[in-house]
């Protein structure tokens, strides 16, 4: 069975702290890996997608990575309004399933 | 305009009550999908539909149901609501099987 899986499930950071989340994956021969951001109450918005593993994609503070078997999200000097929760999804090989969504990391930056 | 609209954004019900979640969208795109959120439990697939004639049960479809009306629209509905039921339900849509998910704003329902 196709899994995903975040970690950790809650994050709290000071303004400026660096970290990452992550993504691990049981898909076999995955066909895309994707990250949203959600704020409480609202719909995901999504952030990025990775096809391969060695691709890197960036937007402002954030910088998502992929290998095979898991993608980072790292934050680089996080300010309060990125606090959010982060989903990332896996496509599967056929295409004819839909997207396998983990849990989500929550994360709180403070002031 | 939103690319994927939800209507109502709230909702309180009462037990035993038929309710129906209404989405649509403009991306153009065959494939929509309904999750419910809960805390701690993330996103869980109700129903999904990749074209007009397709309907699919996700991992949690009892006590839900579902209509393709056309293209571009995809409606939940609740036959007998009941207060386990409360959540926040979201519509979604993607182009294929490996590409991006195009969420709606949510529904927040409440059945009392």
């Known amino acids: 069975e196709d899994q995903v899986t975040q970690s950790p499930e809650a994050l709290r950071l000071q303004e400026g702290e660096s970290s990452s989340l992550n993504c691990s994956y049981t898909?076999?021969?995955?066909?895309?890996l994707f990250w949203y951001r959600q704020d409480p109450g609202k719909g995901p918005e999504f952030l990025f997608t990775?096809?391969?593993a060695g691709e890197e994609k960036e937007k402002e503070r954030l910088k998502a990575t992929l290998t095979k078997k898991e993608s980072f999200l790292h934050i680089t000097a996080p300010k309060p309004e990125d606090s959010a929760t982060y989903l990332c999804?896996?496509?599967?090989?056929?295409?004819?399933?839909?997207?396998?969504f983990g849990k989500g990391t929550r994360l709180s930056v403070i002031a | 305009d939103a690319d994927v609209t939800q209507t109502p954004r709230n909702r309180i019900t009462k037990t035993g009550k038929r309710i129906m979640l209404e989405c649509s969208q403009t991306?153009?795109?065959?494939?929509m999908y309904w999750y419910r959120q809960d805390p701690g439990l993330g996103l869980r697939l109700i129903y999904y539909?990749?074209?007009?004639?397709?309907?699919n049960k996700g991992e949690i479809s009892d006590g839900y149901s579902v209509s393709r009306q056309a293209q571009a629209k995809f409606s939940l509905s609740l036959e007998s609501a009941i207060p386990n039921q409360t959540a926040l339900y979201f519509c979604?849509?993607?182009?294929?099987?490996?590409?991006?998910?195009?969420f709606g704003q949510g529904t927040r329902l409440t059945v009392v």
């Open positions: 898909v076999s021969g995955l066909r895309g």
């Open positions: 999804a896996a496509a599967n090989p056929s295409g004819n399933t839909p997207l396998v």
């Open positions: 539909s990749f074209d007009v004639k397709d309907i």
């Open positions: 979604a849509t993607t182009a294929g099987g490996n590409t991006e998910a195009f």
């Open positions: 990775l096809y391969s």
């Open positions: 991306k153009g795109h065959d494939r």
